[in-house]
Nanobody
Framework: QVQLVESGGGLVQAGGSLRLSCAASGTRSTFIIHSGGWYRQAPGKQRELVATISSGGGENYADSVKGRFTISRDNAKNTVYLQMNSLKPEDTAVYYC????????????????WGQGTLVTVSS
C-alpha cells in the first residue's frame, strides 16, 4: 500500500505562517512523486486548487494565494511542501495533498493519490 502523509496544519493568527508537508510512504511499495499539488476545502464550499508543481518544477497558483504561498518539492525526500505566509482568515480550510507518480514493489504503475487532509485555521 502507498499513501501520502500530510503534516503541518494547525491554528495560527492572521499574518502568520505555516508550512505543510506531503510525504509519500508505503509498505512493500515505493511511490515516486512526479507532480504534486495542494487543494483546500472550506466549510460549505467546494474543494479548490491552491497550487501545483510539475515534474519539471513549474509552479501554478490560485490568484487568491499568489505572492503569499509557495509550493516546492524535495525529490530526495519524495516530499512536496506548501509554505504559507501572510495567512488570512479566509485561508481557513482543510488542505489536501495530491500527487501523481509511479509505484514500485508489490504495487506497480502510475497512480494518483490524495492525502487525508490537514486542517489550517487562521484566527482574526
Amino acid at each position: 500500500q502507498v499513501q501520502l502523509v500530510e503534516s503541518g496544519g494547525g491554528l495560527v493568527q492572521a499574518g502568520g505562517s505555516l508550512r505543510l508537508s506531503c510525504a509519500a510512504s508505503g509498505t512493500r511499495s515505493t511511490f515516486i512523486i512526479h507532480s504534486g499539488g495542494w487543494y483546500r476545502q472550506a466549510p460549505g464550499k467546494q474543494r479548490e486548487l491552491v497550487a501545483t508543481i510539475s515534474s519539471g518544477g513549474g509552479e501554478n497558483y490560485a490568484d487568491s494565494v499568489k505572492g503569499r504561498f509557495t509550493i516546492s518539492r524535495d525529490n530526495a525526500k519524495n516530499t512536496v511542501y506548501l509554505q504559507m505566509n501572510s495567512l488570512k482568515p479566509e485561508d481557513t480550510a482543510v488542505y489536501y495533498c495530491n500527487a501523481e507518480g509511479t509505484a514500485y514493489g508489490s504495487i506497480v504503475g502510475l497512480l494518483e493519490l490524495w492525502g487525508q487532509g490537514t486542517l489550517v485555521t487562521v484566527s482574526s
